[in-house]
Nanobody
Framework: QVQLVESGGGLVQPGGSLKLSCAASGFSFSIYAMSWYRQTPGKERELVARITSTGLRTNYGDSVKGRFTISRDNAKNTVYLQMNSLKPDDTAVYYC???????????WGQGTQVTVSS
């Protein structure tokens, strides 16, 4: 059974940090590119960061460049999102997604809430 389980969300003050994790199981994690998306009510899901299957290339949404870092540990089947200098506009549900490059098969996690507020 395929599972993507996000964790690490919560309430943090502006300027603070959080590290999200997404633990994968039930598929060959190391051959999937991984991404983090976020969504707020009434808005489309937005790409936050993406990392290739090997971890050699990353890309980021403009709003998080320089503040967020995506990484992965293929030995632990886990992808991470380190979020620094958090702003209230970063408040959203954060989802991880796995995509297989050659056929675009994809899986989504259930999401974790991040709230940035004083």
């Amino acid at each position: 059974q395929v599972q993507l389980v996000e964790s690490g969300g919560g309430l943090v003050q502006p300027g603070g940090s959080l590290k999200l994790s997404c633990a994968a199981s039930g598929f060959s994690f190391s051959i999937y590119a991984m991404s983090w998306y976020r969504q707020t009510p009434g808005k489309e899901r937005e790409l936050v960061a993406r990392i290739t299957s090997t971890g050699l290339r990353t890309n980021y949404g403009d709003s998080v460049k320089g503040r967020f870092t995506i990484s992965r540990d293929n030995a632990k089947n886990t992808v991470y999102l380190q979020m620094n200098s958090l702003k209230p506009d970063d408040t959203a549900v954060y989802y991880c997604k796995a995509v297989r490059d050659w056929d675009l098969r994809e899986y989504w996690g259930q999401g974790t809430q991040v709230t940035v507020s004083s």
